[in-house]
């Protein structure tokens, strides 16, 4: 029989990529599948980013840069995080990584020690408590309700504090819940977290330019707490770049250079040509991602629509991001023909064979309870998506 790692055993597969993978099974079967699983823009990357990167090639720009990124692109990422954030860090506090995903990663791996607890919001974002178990540590999960739109308040961080408490983090605008955290909001948590010796906070602002409010709001612009907080950001969302694996991290300058030995083992730079794509990104006037964002916010709206006409569903109104995060236990207990409906994995999976709609059940982000519904598709699939789930969810009984 193979031998395989401990910490590999110890990991969940992703169940968003896990429901994908389903989707594309019974696509594959000639299934008229609806994903709404997976969170990534179907929007194209505007094209002055791709002739950004096709000038890269062009010019033979194809050779290894520096680990976080070559200097330029991380003074123009700089400079970014001044215009947009007011956040002040160098070039030399800026990692660019292959995905915010190995952004979070570095930081984790570069903080965390075995028996450090973490705190962490519930719900959260899929590989936030399975990078805590890589690194050895202990997640502390943090409750939050539908009622309090899924934000955890400072008194709640106060209490969950212990002398092991090594690590905040946490996502805003929020996934899977489209959360965002108001200026006031952070205040107070940094307040809780500055009381606390050798305590960081790791900020996931990825959805940042998803924002259906107003101006996003960074928990590292208290000067108090500026030097103890991983500002995680990148090119995925805001400028649908999913597949050129683009990630940014601002740090106090110390902990940037561990995240550049961490990612110079595991690895090195980023494509160069990735680089020179988020270089042109980074250039661009915030307004430009402005009619994705009103596209989502349409989006949401008729996806709301679509929940209001379906009984039994129980939601909030999202304010950034492009999920939403209903409580479905008003249909447990039911069943339609053999199929019995006991938590939202059985109701994702009955979503799925029935009405040929993928979604992603709650157990994912640490709550059964509920299903998250990403809209990052056209209007149409989503109206369809909406009539499909409305009448298999009436056959339960």
């Known amino acids: 029989m193979a031998h395989l790692a401990d910490r590999i ?10 429901m994908a993978r389903r989707s594309r099974e019974l696509i594959e079967s000639g299934v008229d599948i609806i ?16 002739n950004a990167a096709q000038e890269a090639i062009e010019k033979d720009f194809t050779y290894y840069t520096h680990v976080s990124g070559y200097k330029e692109l991380r003074q123009a990422v700089a400079d970014k995080f001044l215009r947009d954030n007011n956040l002040r860090y160098t070039a030399d506090e800026i990692v660019i990584s292959t995905g915010a995903k190995q952004s979070i990663t570095n930081v984790v791996l570069s903080l965390v020690n075995p028996g450090d607890e973490v705190l ?53 605008p929020c996934n899977p819940t489209g959360s965002v955290y108001s200026k006031e909001e952070l205040r107070g948590i940094a307040e809780v977290i500055s ?10 602002e990825i959805y940042e330019h998803i924002n259906f409010i107003g101006k996003h709001e960074s928990i590292a612009q208290f000067d108090f707490i500026y030097d103890r907080v991983a500002t995680i950001n990148g090119v995925s969302k805001g400028f649908a770049m999913t597949g050129w694996r683009g990630g940014i991290l601002g740090a106090p300058l110390w902990l940037a250079k561990a995240c550049d030995k961490m990612q110079g083992q595991f690895t090195s730079a980023t494509s160069s040509i990735t680089q020179k794509a988020m270089h042109a990104a980074m250039l661009l006037d915030p307004v430009t991602t402005q009619p994705m964002r009103d596209a989502f916010l349409r989006r949401r709206n008729l996806m709301l629509d679509a929940l209001k006409a379906i009984p039994g569903m129980k939601f909030n109104v999202p304010e950034g991001a492009f999920y939403l995060f209903p409580d479905v236990r008003n249909f447990f207990g039911k069943s339609y023909k053999e ?35 990403s809209y990052a598709t056209s209007d149409e699939k989503l109206i369809e ?13």
Not at 385 to 397: C, Q, T
Request: with cysteine.
């Open 9 to 18: 055993n110890r990991l969940s597969e992703s169940q968003t990529i896990a």
């Open 195 to 204: 009381k606390q010796p050798d305590c960081y906070v790791l900020a996931d």
């Open 339 to 373: 199929t019995r409906i006991t938590n939202a994995t059985d109701l994702s999976l009955y979503l799925l064979d029935e009405a040929h709609v993928a979604i992603v059940p709650g157990a994912a982000f640490g709550d059964d309870n509920f299903i998250r519904i």
């Open 385 to 397: 998506a909406g009539k499909r789930m409305k009448e298999a969810l009436s056959k339960l009984s």
């Open 120 to 172: 962490i919001p519930m719900p959260y974002w899929v590989s936030y408590v399975e990078l805590i178990k890589l690194a050895q540590g202990v997640p502390v999960i943090i409750p939050t309700s539908l009622e309090n739109n899924f934000k955890v308040t400072a008194d709640q961080v106060a209490k969950a504090m212990t002398p092991k408490t090594r690590l905040f983090m946490f996502s805003t």
């Open 35 to 50: 994903s709404l699983s997976l969170g990534e823009p179907d929007f194209k990357t505007p094209a002055i980013i791709k």
